[in-house]
């Protein structure tokens, strides 16, 4: 089955970008069909509704929640890419309803996402805050739990472009965890299950992005959902949507989300758990802060009576602007031996930098600036 083909189709074109809010998705909510169950199962600090869908008859459960970090909205756009499947007449998607009840909550932090940040409006951490349950939001995350008992959980957000797929220049474009349930991170029947689920997603991704999938670290913090969850007995799979080349809105990483969830959603029955496919999860690529977005090489500095060649890197920062989410490129290393890859580099050729300050790029500078007084870059990208 080509999933690449079947996201073409359903691709939920009325949200896209990164800015993604209860204002956008609450018509979309409201418009689909009765046997998608849609309920306000509790409200945010603010007062913002938390919507939860429930979907399909069948006996094996699976719990899944995207924006606990308000800031992360890819796995949204593909959970309702997954919606527009589910209500269609494919076999495929009457097989999902007829195997599985879904409950899905496509934004738990309704408050961090209107304000594009990770914590909540209290200014915590909802991902460290499953001990000491402090906040609305991570309390009704346990009660729907509890109350759901599902077969198997997914925890999905979005991960920073600084990652690659192990050593080499390929970006985790989709990373997973089957999260730990104890601090010697060890493998219990339950914590194999979300291996096995993740082991059969990875093979799928590897048609479309190979090389491009990476292994979260694993170290224990009961103060995670995630890791609570699997040490409650759950399979809890952590999804991590990232990097894909010059997709910065995310929208190519959408669809690897909505093709793994798929996938796992159409083999779940087929697998094996039986068999045990360790060896295959660990042979993904662990994670690694391997990138920055652009690199400048070679270029000559003038340091007064010194002239030199070096290079520098620079990163963005998300910034939000009258509802939009803006990329401000700031610099965040100097220096002749940069030992990460960049999404984009330019060799510079040894071309004279200068800039509306003193003529030297410095850390936490915005990266704008000329090339032998006419190449303009603006924002870190050459504006000729």
């Given at each position: 089955m080509?999933?690449?083909n079947i996201y073409s189709i359903y691709k939920e074109v009325r949200l896209k970008g990164r800015y993604i809010t209860n204002k956008h998705i609450e018509p979309i909510l409201k418009s689909l069909p009765d046997f998608f169950n849609l309920s306000v199962i509790g409200k945010s600090v603010n007062g913002k509704p938390i919507y939860s869908v429930k979907i399909g008859t069948g006996n094996t459960k699976v719990f899944m929640w995207s924006q606990m970090h308000g800031n992360?909205?890819?796995?949204?756009?593909?959970?309702?890419?997954?919606?527009?499947f589910l209500n269609g007449d494919s076999n495929e998607a009457n097989q999902i309803r007829n195997d599985f009840t879904l409950l899905i909550i496509p934004i738990l932090n309704p408050d961090g996402a209107e304000a594009y940040t990770r914590v909540n409006a209290n200014e915590i951490d909802l991902n460290r805050d499953s001990v000491d349950l402090s906040q609305p939001e991570s309390k009704l995350l346990?009660?729907?739990?509890e109350e759901f008992e599902p077969d198997f959980?997914?925890?999905?957000?979005?991960?920073?472009?600084?990652?690659?797929?192990?050593?080499?220049?390929?970006?985790?474009?989709?990373?997973?965890?089957?999260?730990?349930?104890?601090?010697?991170?060890?493998y219990n029947k339950s914590r194999l299950?979300?291996?096995?689920?993740i082991a059969e997603m990875n093979e799928e991704l590897q048609k479309y992005?190979?090389?491009?999938?990476?292994?979260?670290?694993?170290?224990?913090n009961i103060n995670c959902i995630g890791d609570m969850f699997q040490s409650l007995g759950v399979p809890?799979?952590?999804?991590?949507?990232?990097?894909?080349?010059?997709d910065y809105e995310r929208e190519e990483t959408r669809k690897f989300i909505f093709i793994s969830i798929l996938s796992s959603l159409l083999k779940m029955k087929e697998i094996d758990f039986l068999v045990n496919k360790l060896n295959n999860y660990l042979k993904i690529p662990q994670n690694k802060i391997n990138f920055y977005d652009i690199i400048y090489k070679k270029i000559k500095i003038n340091d007064g009576s010194?002239?030199?060649?070096?290079?520098?890197?620079?990163?963005?920062?998300?910034?939000l602007i009258e509802n939009d989410v803006i990329f401000e490129a700031f610099v965040v290393e100097i220096g002749d031996e940069i030992s990460r890859f960049g999404h984009l580099e330019y060799d510079c050729e040894g071309l004279e930098y200068s800039d509306n300050f003193n003529n030297i790029p410095e850390i936490d500078r915005k990266a704008d600036f000329y090339l032998d007084k006419d190449k303009k870059f603006v924002n870190g990208l050459n504006k000729m």
């Open positions: 080509d999933l690449n992360e909205s890819t796995t949204t756009k593909a959970l309702f890419d997954l919606f527009l346990r009660k729907t739990f959980c997914y925890n999905l957000h979005d991960q920073r472009t600084i990652f690659a797929a192990g050593d080499k220049n390929y970006p985790a474009t989709v990373s997973f965890l089957a999260p730990s349930y104890n601090n010697e991170k060890e299950k979300a291996v096995n689920v992005i190979p090389n491009q999938v990476g292994r979260f670290d694993d170290s224990f809890t799979i952590l999804f991590e949507a990232g990097h894909y080349q010059d010194l002239k030199r060649i070096t290079n520098f890197a620079a990163h963005y920062k998300e910034v």
